[in-house]
Nanobody, 126 residues
């Protein structure tokens, strides 16, 4: 059984940086695709960043390009999301997800992922 656990979310001020971690138990990330998604109150869950097939490529939604970085820490069996220059509109619950058979046309779609973490709250406010 695969379990994903996110951590690192907290309240910060605009312009601050924050690093989220997604740790896996039950298996390694290997060459799976891992995505970070977020959901703000009253909004649908949206894709933020994807580590495609173990890191062959990384992808970001336009709203976070140049500010967020997704990476993998093999030693800790974790996928990280480094978030810089945070804005109030980044406020959301952040989820990581793992997909076994994703292709490029589906990697940004939440319904194609197989496993999800419980989420971690990020609040950006002055």
């Amino acid at each position: 059984q695969v379990q994903l656990v996110e951590s690192g979310g907290r309240s910060v001020q605009p312009g601050d940086a924050l690093s989220l971690s997604c740790a896996a138990s039950g298996r390694t990330f290997g060459r799976s695709t891992v995505g970070w998604f977020r959901q703000a109150p009253g909004k649908e869950r949206e894709y933020v960043a994807v580590l495609f097939r173990g890191g062959v490529n990384t992808y970001y939604t336009d709203a976070v390009k140049g500010r967020f970085t997704i990476s993998k820490d093999n030693a800790k069996n974790a996928v990280l999301l480094q978030m810089n220059s945070l804005k109030p509109e980044d406020t959301a619950v952040y989820y990581c997800a793992l997909g076994e058979r994703l292709i490029m046309s589906t990697m940004t779609r939440a319904d194609f992922y197989d496993y999800w973490g419980q989420g971690t709250q990020v609040t950006v406010s002055s």
